[in-house]
């Protein structure tokens, strides 16, 4: 059983902040016998909807639907010449296809939980949970709250549609492994509504998340399974901040586990500072019992952990939130200590027992004194980090101890014999070149190397730590200082002023802010100039001092970088100048 494509999406309309849709599905039965069908029955296949955003560098879901529950099968030929079943509407053919459209994957009342159906096995109860229920526009559907989806506030950001579908025959068979497809969707606004739009093909086979190790290659990906069940993916991307620290990202996919995470355990050395943390989720609601509240996090001298709180409802019953199959949880912190490969740990068991009592453990970035690369980098020593310092190069010396040894070399060990250079000019060999603590792309000498290239994910020709926002084609550093500012007295009224774009403009199109002050030495109170297109580098200001009196201005460039104010120049004694935000 395959999701053979998304035919269509549908709005349903918005209700406290949060808009509902739902999407078409076209299941496809590419094995050798009849699936399983009918909804009566406890073998029938389910759809599960999804909606992911890439921003800003970090992978989330924003939004989910209840499981539909499908009724019967028709015996189409989308995907194939149809062999169709003489058992109709029970079971779907060999290469038959079945369609719902987003409009009949809509009824409520054929919707229950997420835990009412076992993801490993397809199992599910009759009647389920929620069954015949009915409710509002929203109630069930692919909920998503509107500031996830307002341009304004998610600029850059790329949007992925999924559906995953689970049942039990397909389970039988060992082939649950390719029960997703995805596809891209554009968010469309009218006013205070938005909409979404499909951009591009179906993507069949895939879960969305696998969309972001495709869009950024430095996500790693690693997966595990406790025995007898599902996978679950850890999709980890480690993003070095250029001032010592490193920004860690993880995105924990529970793919198709019944046994679902409430807790996470992420190791580091003793002494590594950690800052930073956060957190993210995707909601609960129309009245499912699973809590939507954070997760907990604490910070040990080792550890990060975070855990889920618990919620008790009716006779005593623990829902805490944990990652049920089909969603995807954020965690994130800044470390000052680089990546390396070590194992992080994820916890299941419920109250009243701590929730590692059982586990499972799956390597991935964490921050390590030790990457295991084989090579004997800075900071690594024969004590902190054998594996890679010991007897590297064929010799019996101690990488690391300042003496260039018999068998050591600078490839092998380049703390003791590599040759420090000026700058980074091979940006892809492993190495450190000039010791700054950048390593090959993360130097800010590589940003144009061409070995840096596919690194530039919005293609705007910056890499690495050379690129600000690099979901942003049109920015990729803070602007320079704009120059040579001119007046002339204006032929209608009030004044000209044009000046010259920055030697280093940081963006494709910089706009300008123009600052008016009676007091040249303080623009902090000045007044911001309206511009009609504030990207050209001219404004008219049509005020006209009173006799006697003098104005000042100065203006400055800025971009969509998160630090994309530029500069207003400086005194003649060298102290910048400040001015209002203007924005």
């Known amino acids: ?21 739902t999407l078409g599905s076209t299941t496809c039965n590419v094995g050798s016998c009849w699936l399983g069908f009918h909804g009566s029955e406890p073998d029938h296949p389910v759809l599960a909807q999804n909606l992911y955003r890439v921003n800003a560098g970090r992978f989330e879901m924003i939004g989910q639907s209840w499981i539909k529950h499908f009724g019967g099968a028709l015996q189409e030929s989308f995907c194939g010449q149809c062999l169709p079943s003489t058992d109709f509407g029970h079971h779907l053919g060999v290469f038959c296809s079945d369609t719902y459209d987003a409009v009949s994957n809509a009824g409520q009342g054929f919707m229950s939980p997420r835990n009412a159906v076992n993801p490993f096995t397809g199992q599910d109860p009759s009647p389920y949970p929620g069954a ?11 909920q998503v709250k509107n500031v996830d989806l307002d341009p304004a506030r998610n600029r850059g950001a790329l949007y992925f549609a999924e559906i ?28 205070a509504n938005f909409d979404l739009a499909f951009d591009g093909p179906t993507v069949v086979g895939r879960t969305a998340v696998s969309a972001w190790s495709e869009i950024d290659p430095s996500v790693q990906v690693t997966q595990g399974n406790r025995p007898g069940d ?54 609960y609601h129309s009245g499912d019992p699973q809590d939507s509240g954070n997760w907990g996090r604490a910070i040990n001298a080792t550890t990060v952990v975070w855990s889920a709180n618990t919620l008790v409802v009716g006779d005593g019953v623990t829902v805490p939130n944990v ?105 892809a060999d492993g190495l450190d070149g000039d010791r700054d603590g950048l390593l090959d792309c993360a130097d800010t000498d590589c940003c144009s190397d061409v070995a840096c ?15 600000c926002n690099d979901a942003d084609v049109g920015s990729w550093e803070t602007p320079g200082e704009a120059t040579n500012l001119n007046l002339v007295k204006s032929f209608y009224r009030g004044a000209d002023l044009t000046w010259v774009a920055p030697a280093d403009p940081g963006s494709a199109a910089p706009s300008y802010d123009l600052i008016r002050s009676a007091d040249p030495t303080d623009f902090t109170a000045g007044v911001c100039l309206v511009n009609a297109d504030p990207t050209l580098p001219t404004v008219s ?43």
């Open 1 to 21: 059983m395959i999701a053979g494509d998304m035919p269509d999406i549908h709005r349903w309309g918005s209700s406290g902040g949060v808009t509902a849709f």
């Open 132 to 142: 015949g229920q009915w409710g509002d526009a929203i109630y069930k559907r692919l």
């Open 164 to 191: 995953q579908e689970i049942g039990a025959d397909d389970a039988a068979a060992g082939r649950a492994m390719n029960n997703w497809s995805f596809r891209r969707v554009l968010v469309q606004q009218s006013g």
């Open 230 to 283: 599902g996978t679950i993916q850890v999709h980890a991307k480690v993003t070095w901040l250029g001032n010592g620290t490193w920004q860690y990202e993880y995105a924990v996919a529970n793919l198709n586990s019944n046994a679902a995470p409430l807790a996470l355990r992420i190791p580091f050395p003793a002494g590594a500072q950690v800052t930073g943390t956060g957190f993210h989720d995707v909601d």
């Open 323 to 427: 990652i049920r199959w089909g969603t995807v949880y954020n965690f994130r912190f800044v470390s000052n200590i680089a990546p390396g490969t070590h194992a992080l740990t994820l916890g299941f068991s419920m109250p009243p027992q701590l929730p590692f009592a059982t586990t499972l453990s799956i390597p991935t970035l964490t921050p390590s004194e030790c990457d295991n690369d084989g090579v004997c980098d800075n900071g690594e020593s024969c004590s902190s980090c054998p594996a890679d310092c010991s007897d590297q190069g064929g010799g019996t010396g101690c990488c690391g101890n300042g003496t260039c040894e018999v068998g050591e070399g600078g490839p092998s060990c380049f703390p003791d014999c590599g040759t420090t250079l000026a700058s980074e000019t091979h940006c």
């Open 453 to 467: 290239k596919a690194l530039d994910f919005d293609l705007d020709g910056a890499v690495g730590t050379c690129d």
């Open 541 to 583: 200001d049509a005020a006209i001092p009173s006799p006697g009196a003098v104005v000042f201005y100065l203006v400055r460039a800025r971009d969509a970088c998160p630090a994309g104010i530029g500069p207003l120049g400086s005194s003649s004694s060298g102290v910048p100048h400040s001015g209002p935000a203007c924005h």
